[in-house]
């Protein structure tokens, strides 16, 4: 019961350039998507969120767009640093609040 | 900046022991979950908890497991006889209020079951 999908388990990325993580949903009913971020031996942390109301939510380097027709959300990061690199993880609260996550995206920005 | 603080971050047992694992969300938070990850896979949800009692548990979740705040302040997770399979990153997360509100999570617990 895969709610939330990554189909890509890594991209590798040159420093500076624009890094896009995409991510499925199967539910229609998912009104809120998140992205976290989470670096080894550490737990996920928030990165940004979009509500099913807007297609597009900015935060600085980082960008959410949302495609609710095709079910799908990408996060897009510019410019692309080191520092970014880490497992980027989209979900979506369910019922009771739990999060359905995806299987996760591991990012590799090289210097 | 306030955190949620997990202990122990190693916890090696043996298969048919029983683990606690303890978390202490973050001081005004309402809501409590705990997620397991097993290596090389998904965050997967286990349980959340307000009000004093559990409010939505997954499949995961049998009769192995419970949940308690025995203090208002720790949230813990107990497995009661451990399998192999049961090894993995288990995570705390809180959340102040409300669905809309993004889960601040724990820096988590590895679980290794010999």
């Known amino acids: 019961d895969q709610q939330v999908k990554q189909n890509s388990p890594s991209l590798s990325v040159q420093e500076g350039r624009i890094s896009i993580l995409n991510c499925d949903y199967t539910?229609?009913?998912?009104?809120?998507f998140l992205w976290y971020k989470k670096y080894p031996a550490e737990g996920p942390t928030f990165l940004i969120s979009?509500?099913?109301?807007?297609d597009k939510n900015e935060d600085g380097r980082f960008t959410v767009f949302l495609n609710k027709s095709a079910k799908h959300l990408s996060l897009h990061i510019v410019p692309s640093q080191p520092g970014d690199s880490a497992v980027y993880f989209c979900?979506?609260?369910?019922?009771?609040?739990?999060?359905?996550f995806g299987t996760g995206t591991s990012l590799t920005v090289i210097p | 900046e306030p955190e949620v603080t997990q202990t122990p971050s190693h916890q090696v047992t043996q298969m048919g022991q029983e683990v606690i694992l303890r978390c202490v969300p973050i001081?005004?938070?309402?809501?409590f979950y705990w997620y397991r990850q097993i290596l090389g896979q998904k965050v997967e949800f286990l349980v959340s908890?307000?009000?004093?009692?559990?409010?939505?548990k997954s499949e995961i979740f049998d009769d192995q497991f419970s949940v308690e705040r025995p203090d208002g302040s720790n949230f813990t997770l107990k497995i009661r006889s451990t399998k192999l399979e049961d090894s993995a990153m288990y995570f705390c997360?809180?959340?102040?209020?409300?669905?809309?509100?993004?889960?601040?999570f724990g820096p988590g617990t590895r679980l290794t079951v010999l």
């Open positions: 979900a979506a609260p369910g019922k009771g609040n739990q999060f359905y």
């Open positions: 539910n229609s009913m998912f009104d809120y």
């Open positions: 979009i509500s099913s109301i807007k």
């Open positions: 001081s005004n938070h309402l809501y």
């Open positions: 908890f307000y009000n004093n009692e559990i409010s939505e």
């Open positions: 997360a809180s959340v102040l209020t409300g669905q809309y509100n993004e889960q601040f």
